[in-house]
């Protein structure tokens, strides 16, 4: 059984940074990419980035491309999000999730596993 656990997520004002992080268990975590979307209230889990199992490939929503930088430690089985220059249009809840052995990096039914998710609020 796989289970994923965010943390790292919090209060930070306009212009901040946070570094969240994903620890996974379960086997194999090195051998499946691994990506984080996004959900504000009212609106759709959005893509934010996604990271090949080797990090060889990182992948970026539009929205954060220049100010959002994914990366992994297989060794630690965690993934981590760092998100600098955040703006208030970046507050949601960030889930970490482990994308099928294939499939699109960006589509939501195509992760399998996902974790319960970790608030960011970013003050103006």
């Known amino acids: 059984q796989v289970q994923l656990v965010e943390s790292g997520g919090g209060l930070v004002q306009a212009g901040g940074s946070l570094r969240l992080s994903c620890a996974a268990s379960?086997?194999?975590?090195?051998?499946?990419?691994m990506g984080w979307f996004r959900q504000a209230p009212g609106k759709e889990r959005e893509f934010v980035a996604a990271?090949?199992?080797?990090?060889?490939?990182?992948y970026y929503g539009d929205s954060v491309k220049g100010r959002f930088t994914i990366s992994r430690d297989n060794a630690k089985n965690t993934v981590y999000l760092q998100m600098n220059s955040l703006k208030p249009e970046d507050t949601a809840v960030y889930y970490c999730a482990r994308r099928r052995y294939s499939g699109s990096y960006y589509v939501v039914r195509d992760y399998d596993y996902w974790g319960q998710g970790t608030q960011v609020t970013v003050s103006s």
């Open positions: 379960g086997r194999m975590f090195s051998s499946y990419y």
């Open positions: 990271i090949s199992w080797s990090a060889d490939y990182t």
